[in-house]
């Protein structure tokens, strides 16, 4: 019986010092949830300051421009109410949850990492066995995260993200606070990854990552497979 899962949003807005606005890319929230909520499964979504989580504008186009995807999320009353009064994550918990999942977006870089309620729920749902699920640069938010002896929680999994490589394409490795892909090598994960902007996404056991916006769909259909098919 499907139960529900807990996004975690980033609740930054600002992509270092380039004057540009960031936050959660549209395309990462809005495919997930659609899948999601296909398979029966509800949606709650909380962010480090709660309140309204914004979209990278590099993300929204024009309406009626965006994809079929997007553009029904974007249309949704209910999930556009979800979005735009996300609760605090410091008030969040993992009890209930049967998967907590992270969509990207280069704010994701700044806060998740650094926020310690993000990394205690990534370390209770990691301990409670539940499903774990971040595409791109949502894969942050689980740098910081220990397992119980003391290793980072990404050492010795297969894990996947935003790469280094699409990094430099995109022109911001000298802008994010960290490379994401260097930084999950250095912690120990056995990185996997496609070229630049194909669709990929791993799963060990109860975590899935993935690596960029086309990525989306392949890393929730992994999570819905983890929760249905635990190994």
């Given at each position: 019986?499907?139960g529900k899962i807990l ?9 270092g010092n380039t ?6 890319w ?5 495919v ?5 909520a ?18 990278d504008?590099g ?10 995807v997007?553009e029904?999320?974007?249309?949704d009353?209910q ?8 609760q605090l994550?410091?008030?969040a918990?993992?009890?209930?949850y ?5 969509p990207?977006g280069h704010?994701?870089?700044?806060d998740l990492?650094?926020?310690p309620h993000v990394?205690?729920v990534?370390e209770?749902a990691?301990?409670?066995g539940k499903?774990?699920?971040a595409?791109?640069?949502g894969?942050a938010?689980?740098v910081?995260?220990r397992?119980a002896?003391?290793r980072?929680m990404v050492?010795g999994?297969r894990?996947?993200s935003?790469?280094?490589d699409e ?7 000298n802008v994010?606070?960290?490379r994401?892909e260097s930084?999950l090598r250095?912690l ?6 496609a070229?630049?902007?194909?669709s990929?996404a ?5 975590l899935?990552?993935?690596?960029n916006?086309?990525?989306s769909?392949q890393?929730a259909?992994l999570?819905?497979?983890a929760?249905e098919?635990?190994e």
């Amino acid at each position: 019986m499907p139960g529900k899962i807990l996004f975690i949003a980033t609740s930054h807005t600002r992509l270092g010092n380039t004057g540009r606005q960031t936050g959660i890319w549209a395309e990462e929230i809005a495919v997930p949830y659609q899948i999601f909520a296909e398979a029966g499964y509800g949606v709650d979504i909380v962010s480090p300051k709660g309140g309204a989580a914004a979209f990278d504008p590099g993300s929204i186009k024009p309406a009626g421009q965006n994809s079929e995807v997007v553009e029904r999320f974007l249309s949704d009353p209910q999930a556009r109410q979800k979005v735009e009064h996300t609760q605090l994550v410091a008030n969040a918990n993992v009890v209930g949850y049967d998967a907590v999942f992270f969509p990207g977006g280069h704010g994701a870089m700044w806060d998740l990492p650094e926020d310690p309620h993000v990394t205690r729920v990534v370390e209770a749902a990691q301990a409670a066995g539940k499903v774990i699920g971040a595409v791109c640069h949502g894969v942050a938010a689980l740098v910081s995260a220990r397992v119980a002896d003391g290793r980072p929680m990404v050492s010795g999994k297969r894990v996947n993200s935003f790469t280094d490589d699409e990094e430099d394409a995109a022109g911001l490795s000298n802008v994010v606070p960290f490379r994401l892909e260097s930084r999950l090598r250095e912690l120990g994960g056995r990185f996997e990854k496609a070229p630049n902007w194909a669709s990929f996404a791993v799963r060990d056991g109860a975590l899935v990552t993935g690596q960029n916006p086309a990525s989306s769909a392949q890393v929730a259909r992994l999570v819905l497979q983890a929760l249905e098919h635990p190994e």
